[in-house]
């Protein structure tokens, strides 16, 4: 299971990497307009949920690699 959940950890820090060099750190254009803000809101929201489910342990940290691809 420690295995798994290395492998996890992983596919996480790609998934970060990945996301970086296709967006940058400039603000995505689903933020702009007049929904933008709800939808930065969601996304910080599910942020947040992953990386709260990311602290239940090889498990959660299998489903957090999930989320973030």
Do not use: C, H, R
Not at 27 to 46: C, F, N, R
């Amino acid at each position: 299971m420690a295995k798994a959940s290395n492998i996890a950890n992983i596919g996480g820090i790609a998934a970060g990497v990945f996301d970086t060099a296709l967006f940058g750190n400039s603000t995505p254009s689903e933020y702009q307009g007049v929904k933008g803000g709800i939808t930065q809101g969601l996304d910080t929201a599910y942020d947040a949920i992953q990386a709260g489910v990311s602290t239940l342990g090889p498990v959660g940290t299998i489903v957090s690699a999930a989320m973030a691809a």
